[in-house]
């Protein structure tokens, strides 16, 4: 089962995902679950019983992205992907109201709403959520888009150095993207273990610096906290070194 998980507040948000019920049969969960953090209880906030008309269909490997008010779904069901040719509307849950919306996003100036896909990777930076790669059954990706959660403002940003499904992304505090993994060939027949990063915003002159220093000594993690000192690490960074 993968599900899309997103934190906020305490509380972990999961939605969506595939269990196998028999020999090449699956099923595609369109079901939506809160874990309390501090209580671990998990509750249900909505289903496929759900009544309300707007109600996302069962997927997997998709994204989901969360402000105080909404969640918000990056990605469709696979009929959806034949079905619909972008990505011009994103299905969200009201979390004061309860209930799913559609709502309509807004294209980029010159290359309009990005192309449906499954299998992308997906990562927020506070209200700007970042999907990448995927593919649609018949291409694969290797494009990077940014959607504002306040404006519903798509923008197409770089290109990425491979075309893949299947990976994963993470952004770190400083605002620099990883992107990890992934399936290169539609039959599934190529996976890569490679990493590229990119910076989303640009970078501060510490940041810069301290890259620069890492890809000079790759071996930082490996040395004792008195030698980083003696090599003019200050100890402040040392935990950062520690922790990877």
């Known amino acids: ?19 196998k019920i028999a020999n090449d049969n699956f099923h595609f969960d369109a079901e939506l679950y809160k874990l309390n953090l501090e209580s671990c209880i998990w509750e249900k906030l909505a289903g496929s019983e759900c009544s309300n008309e707007i109600q996302p269909e069962g997927m997997y490997r998709h994204g989901i992205a969360c402000d105080d008010h909404k969640l918000y779904v990056l990605g469709y069901s696979w009929s959806e992907v034949y079905t619909i040719p972008h990505l011009h509307k994103i299905y ?16 980029d100036y010159l290359k309009g709403f990005p192309p449906t896909r499954i299998y992308h990777s ?30 519903l403002q798509w923008t197409s940003l770089n290109k990425l150095p491979i075309k893949s ?19 290169t060939k539609l039959d599934d027949s190529s996976r890569t273990g490679e990493t590229y990063r990119i910076w989303l915003e640009v970078p501060s002159l510490f940041e810069l610096c301290w890259y620069h220093v890492s890809s000079l000594i790759p ?22 070194v520690r922790a990877g």
């Open 1 to 19: 089962m993968i599900s899309a998980a997103v934190l906020r507040s305490g509380n972990l948000y999961v939605f969506g995902g595939c269990r």
């Open 92 to 107: 969200a849950y009201d979390l004061k109201l309860s209930m799913w919306e559609s709502l309509s996003t807004h294209p």
């Open 165 to 183: 499904f299947f990976h994963t992304a993470s952004i770190t505090p400083s605002g620099c993207m990883y992107y990890f993994g992934g399936v």
């Open 122 to 151: 997906c990562a927020q930076r506070n209200n700007d959520v970042f999907i990448s790669g995927g593919h649609n059954n018949s291409l694969i990706y290797d494009d990077l888009w940014r959607l504002n959660l306040t404006t």
């Open 219 to 240: 071996d930082l993690d490996s040395l004792s906290d008195e030698r980083l000192i003696t090599l003019g690490i200050p100890r402040s960074l040392i935990g950062r």
